[in-house]
């Protein structure tokens, strides 16, 4: 496999961000929204605004100026479809520009060209607030598995893109292993494994439900009340949007057992085979490595510190899958 450190580099291309009075001033002007009130929200590769007016509250996402607009329509269209298909799903809806756009561009410094979308905003805490239970984990992953079900049939231009975070794409992140040489032998492992999962069912997925993607109501009877940024959906194997997910739910005390409630949860929904239930161990391990491979050459390239704490607690999570 060809190592390929550029999937790395093109997740943290430094850009200028946006000021807010800037960004207050496309709501008003592109969007009619009166009077905004805005705070950025930590965002990894866009400008993010949470805004608050007279006409409501929304999300303000201005994508990164070396983004493609076929790859941020993806993400778009993906959650649109996914809304359509399970109106019950709660992912957020897109509102149009006054002159009807869904996806209005906007001209940044150095003349570079930025796609902007504002969405609806979904009240709740995040997940990374809240200690769920054994319940709500079922919830959380019934959730994930309503949101690959009504993903099954979606399609657009862009969804084979190359994206560093596809976990298909791991054996392509080698060159980074240099960087985390504890690592290797949990890397190599994925590799060998890799092409046994060759003929896993495929779709476009979320990829991407972390706790600071999922909104959450621990009184509600749902638990998960919004589920947000298909930045990273991609088409890539099935399962592995449920590993991603459990990923990051691992309780190193426990190990396995304390993600069997978000797999029970995502059975609920889709019929994994046999194949995808047997690789679902080492694609949990396989997004672990990922997560600290990529956490640490972001970290390195953009000369900011080490994000100690999270890469020594999924070191730690991968350890108790053994």
Do not use: C
């Given at each position: 496999?060809?190592?390929?450190?550029?999937?790395a580099?093109?997740?943290?291309?430094?850009?200028?961000?946006?000021?807010?009075?800037?960004?207050?001033?496309?709501?008003?002007?592109?969007?009619?929204?009166?009077?905004?009130?805005?705070?950025?929200?930590e965002?990894?590769?866009?400008?993010t605004?949470?805004?608050?007016?007279?006409?409501g509250?929304?999300v303000?996402?201005?994508?990164?100026?070396?983004?493609?607009?076929?790859?941020?329509?993806?993400?778009?269209?993906?959650?649109?479809?996914?809304?359509d298909v399970?109106?019950?799903?709660?992912?957020?809806?897109?509102?149009p520009s006054?002159d009807?756009?869904?996806?209005?561009t906007?001209?940044?410094?150095?003349?570079?060209?930025?796609v902007?979308?504002?969405?609806s905003?979904?009240?709740?805490?995040?997940?990374?607030?809240?200690?769920?239970?054994?319940g709500h984990?079922?919830?959380?992953?019934?959730a994930?598995?309503?949101?690959?079900?009504?993903?099954?049939?979606?399609?657009?231009?862009?969804?084979?893109?190359?994206?560093?975070?596809?976990?298909?794409?791991?054996?392509?992140?080698?060159?980074?292993?240099?960087?985390?040489?504890?690592?290797?032998?949990?890397?190599?492992?994925?590799?060998?494994?890799?092409?046994?999962f060759?003929?896993?069912?495929?779709?476009?997925?979320?990829?991407?439900?972390?706790?600071?993607?999922?909104?959450?109501?621990?009184?509600?009877?749902?638990?998960?009340?919004?589920?947000?940024?298909?930045?990273?959906?991609?088409?890539?194997?099935?399962v592995?949007?449920?590993?991603?997910?459990?990923?990051?739910?691992?309780?190193?005390?426990?190990?396995?057992?304390?993600?069997?409630?978000?797999?029970?949860?995502?059975?609920?929904?889709?019929?994994?085979?046999?194949?995808?239930l047997?690789?679902?161990?080492?694609?949990?391990?396989?997004?672990?490595v990922?997560r600290i491979?990529?956490?640490?050459?972001?970290?390195?390239?953009?000369?900011?510190?080490?994000p100690?704490?999270?890469?020594?607690?999924?070191?730690?999570q991968?350890?108790?899958?053994?």
């Amino acid at each position: 496999m060809t190592d390929a450190p550029g999937l790395a580099d093109a997740l943290g291309a430094p850009f200028a961000a946006m000021t807010e009075a800037d960004a207050a001033g496309v709501l008003r002007n592109r969007y009619g929204i009166r009077s905004p009130a805005l705070r950025r929200l930590e965002s990894e590769r866009d400008d993010t605004f949470r805004v608050e007016s007279p006409d409501g509250e929304f999300v303000l996402k201005v994508a990164h100026p070396d983004d493609d607009p076929l790859e941020v329509n993806l993400q778009t269209a993906a959650m649109a479809w996914a809304g359509d298909v399970d109106p019950a799903l709660p992912v957020q809806r897109v509102l149009p520009s006054v002159d009807g756009e869904i996806e209005p561009t906007l001209v940044g410094a150095g003349g570079r060209v930025r796609v902007t979308r504002v969405l609806s905003w979904l009240p709740g805490r995040m997940l990374s607030e809240v200690e769920p239970t054994a319940g709500h984990l079922r919830a959380l992953g019934a959730a994930n598995g309503r949101l690959s079900a009504a993903l099954e049939g979606f399609g657009h231009p862009a969804d084979e893109r190359a994206h560093a975070w596809d976990l298909a794409r791991l054996p392509e992140l080698a060159a980074l292993v240099e960087l985390a040489p504890d690592l290797a032998g949990a890397f190599d492992a994925f590799v060998a494994a890799a092409p046994g999962f060759a003929e896993l069912p495929r779709q476009v997925v979320h990829n991407d439900l972390n706790h600071h993607n999922v909104v959450v109501d621990p009184g509600a009877a749902d638990f998960v009340v919004g589920i947000l940024d298909f930045g990273d959906a991609v088409r890539t194997w099935r399962v592995a949007d449920l590993a991603i997910t459990a990923s990051y739910l691992v309780d190193p005390a426990v190990g396995w057992a304390s993600i069997e409630p978000v797999v029970e949860g995502y059975r609920r929904h889709v019929a994994l085979t046999d194949a995808e239930l047997a690789a679902l161990p080492a694609l949990v391990r396989g997004r672990l490595v990922q997560r600290i491979l990529l956490g640490t050459s972001a970290a390195l390239r953009t000369g900011t510190p080490l994000p100690i704490a999270g890469l020594e607690r999924s070191r730690t999570q991968l350890a108790s899958l053994g």
